[in-house]
T-cell receptor, first 113, second 111 residues
Framework: EPEVTQTPSHQVTQMGQEVILRCVPISNHLYFYWYRQILGQKVEFLVSFYNNEISEKSEIFDDQFSVERPDGSNFTLKIRSTKLEDSAMYFC???????????FGPGTRLTVL | AQSVTQLDSHVSVSEGTPVLLRCNYSSSYSPSLFWYVQHPNKGLQLLLKYTSAATLVKGINGFEAEFKKSETSFHLTKPSAHMSDAAEYFCVVSNDYKLSFGAGTTVTVRA
């Protein structure tokens, strides 16, 4: 069964460093999402992406964040200068249709020291 | 905006007994509602989805949920809990195609 994959599973970085989190969505899906879950808090929407552009973003998704689909398979989330409060589990999701079920990857745990 | 409220942060049941996880939603129109499960150190797995076709929705692993418009509820049930059901469960509403999650309910299963 096709699934969303994410790498790395765990990333540790120093404050102020750039990180790139990688996702490979399900191959025929067209809509892509990033969510995050700070420890002990709700899963929060960050951004949605369709047709090579951001379709919606939350207040959390400020200028420090960017997303890209550099090729036909990968979907990345970049944090330019990480802060302590960026420490969280980051989930990628994809769907074939904007009204369809979103399928989630296993997540990347980001720890900012 | 639509939202969901999970009424229990933690539910503990004995193996073989029923499980009930409560969720209320707030919506100005008929919502798309989901239950997702997250096992320790795993990603989010879809249990079931409601999209107005039928009020009683059957999901994987013996779970089902009933949409009750009059009560604005979408409670998740399973008749007989298994040890493998120990996990965190999220009630989720689709909000203009982005998902809004409840706070989650942690289920523990006692042998």
């Amino acid at each position: 069964e096709p699934e969303v994959t994410q790498t790395p599973s765990h990333q540790v970085t120093q404050m102020g460093q750039e990180v790139i989190l990688r996702c490979v969505p399900i191959s025929n899906h067209l809509y892509f999402y990033w969510y995050r879950q700070i420890l002990g808090q709700k899963v929060e929407f960050l951004v949605s992406f369709y047709n090579n552009e951001i379709s919606e973003k939350s207040e959390i998704f400020d200028d420090q964040f960017s997303v890209e689909r550099p090729d036909g398979s990968n979907f990345t989330l970049k944090i330019r200068s990480t802060k302590l409060e960026d420490s969280a589990m980051y989930f990628c999701a994809s769907t074939g249709d904007s009204t369809d079920t979103q399928y989630f990857g296993p997540g990347t745990r980001l720890t900012v020291l | 905006a639509q939202s969901v409220t999970q009424l229990d942060s933690h539910v503990s049941v004995s193996e073989g007994t029923p499980v009930l996880l409560r969720c209320n939603y707030s919506s100005s129109y008929s919502p798309s509602l989901f239950w997702y499960v997250q096992h320790p150190n795993k990603g989010l797995q879809l249990l079931l989805k409601y999209t107005s076709a039928a009020t009683l929705v059957k999901g994987i692993n013996g779970f089902e949920a009933e949409f009750k418009k009059s009560e604005t509820s979408f409670h998740l049930t399973k008749p007989s809990a298994h040890m493998s059901d120990a996990a965190e469960y999220f009630c989720v509403v689709s909000n203009d195609y982005k998902l809004s999650f409840g706070a989650g309910t942690t289920v523990t299963v006692r042998a």
